[in-house]
């Protein structure tokens, strides 16, 4: 999973032979740990499914089961949690995002259908009330994780992740995002550019770049942004 991810946000063009190979033994021997379920069908866990349909969607693969289950899993607060199994009634931001990222990748392939862009726009909506990184409850921060930058993010949550999101999907800009695109800009450094702020734990599948230096994936990321944020894109 966090090869197949990679490769996707590195560009791979899922055309090429050794895409359209190696996809082909995924479908074919991938199986997962839950319940030996076949890889592009997908598992129980929203968050894994999220980053499946994700994948699935930009090398080609039929996801269409895995996106009616995470669809019919959106809480009432708008967003998912892989906890909601074992009784959980609130959306996580990690979870969410990933199925956003999913649903997004979906409906860039498929054209749809509509009730996929409802429940995108609903999991936008829990990460946006919550200005991106904050509990609605208190105003507190969520986790300090969300303000530091990783890549590659895996499942992981943190600001930068979301904003691009919002700005790959094409949305515009939102005074609930301003504090989060605050965080970005207060961590350029005097060159211009974005450090590594970690590495997330767990075996390495691409070790691109050191924490504590400075960072091409970072950088381009939260430059993007930036130029989204000011309305120059």
Known sequence: MHTLQTLQLLGLDPASAS????????????????????YFDGEVEPCINGRT????????????????????????????????????????????????????GFERATGGPA??????????????????????????????AYLEFAFPYYWHYDVLRALDYF?????????RMAEAVA????????DGRWLLDRIHPGRVHFDLEGVGAPSRWNTLRALRVLKWWDGNA
């Open 19 to 38: 895409a359209r190979r190696a996809i082909g033994l995924v479908a074919e021997n991938g199986r997962w740990e839950h319940d030996g379920q076949r």
């Open 115 to 144: 009730q996929v862009r409802a429940a995108r726009h609903g999991g936008e909506q829990y990460l946006l009330e919550r200005g991106l990184f904050r509990r609605k409850s208190t105003g507190a921060v969520v986790q300090p």
């Open 183 to 190: 965080v970005v800009q207060s961590k350029r450094q005097p």
């Open 53 to 104: 349909i994700e994948t699935g969607a930009y090398f080609g693969a039929d996801v269409g089961a895995v996106v009616e289950r995470v669809l019919a899993e959106r809480l009432a607060d708008g967003g998912w949690n892989c906890e909601a199994e074992n009784g959980s009634v609130r959306s996580s931001f990690d979870t969410t995002i990933n199925v956003l990222d999913g649903l997004l």
């Open 167 to 175: 700005r790959h999907s094409g949305a515009d800009p939102d005074p």
